[in-house]
């Protein structure tokens, strides 16, 4: 059996990228959520008028990855504590947020960000839990974009290899092929 989680934590390319390494992850689309305008295009999203985040849609097989530990990942391979961006990335559109498919996640999403808060005293999570919410895939050229135009892209290969390297580094147990 499958579940899903949808996460945004700024650039939806560089999220797709660390939970694509993730032992467990069936499968991540890039899209938005949380805003108010149908069927949005990416244009449209970067605007930052649509109220939509940029997020990943992350397909996981519970029995080899809980929805906490993905939490964890989630909120470990980003900075949680950035209201309305992520680096240069600025804007509602990149905030961090978790979107809670169930009433369930929605308690587990709580306990994560309690956890993180409590593993970093002195620092504060700003991450919201919103929703529900109508999720919108990204465009195609959108999907799996650091495996393709990502590794040429000078913004993909200045933000995603740290965030990979933090993965490794901070949960090897939850990376393919190990560290």
């Not at 950035?82 to 947020?97: E, F, K, M």
């Not at 050229?141 to 993909?156: D, M, S, T």
Request: with cysteine; aromatic share 10%.
């Amino acid at each position: 059996m499958e579940e899903q989680a949808i996460v945004a934590g700024g650039c939806f390319w560089c999220t797709e990228a660390v939970f694509r390494d993730v032992v467990g992850v069936k499968d991540v689309e890039s899209g938005y959520i949380g805003g108010d305008v149908a069927n949005p295009t990416y244009k449209q999203v970067c605007s930052g008028t649509t109220g939509h985040a940029e997020a990943v849609r992350v397909t996981f097989d519970p029995d080899a990855l809980s929805y906490g530990d993905l939490l964890d990942v989630f909120m470990g391979t980003h900075d949680p504590t950035q209201l309305n961006r992520q680096g240069n990335d600025i804007g509602t559109q990149y905030r961090s947020a978790i979107f809670p498919v169930t009433d369930g996640q929605r308690a587990e999403a709580e306990q994560a960000i309690a956890r993180w808060n409590a593993e970093h005293p002195g620092e504060s999570a700003v991450t919201t839990i919103e929703g529900p919410a109508q999720w919108y895939p990204a465009e195609d050229y959108h999907q799996e974009y650091w495996e393709g135009e990502g590794q040429r892209n000078p913004y993909c290969l200045a933000v995603i290899p740290p965030k990979l390297q933090k993965l490794r580094r901070s949960f090897a147990e939850r990376v393919r092929g190990g560290q």
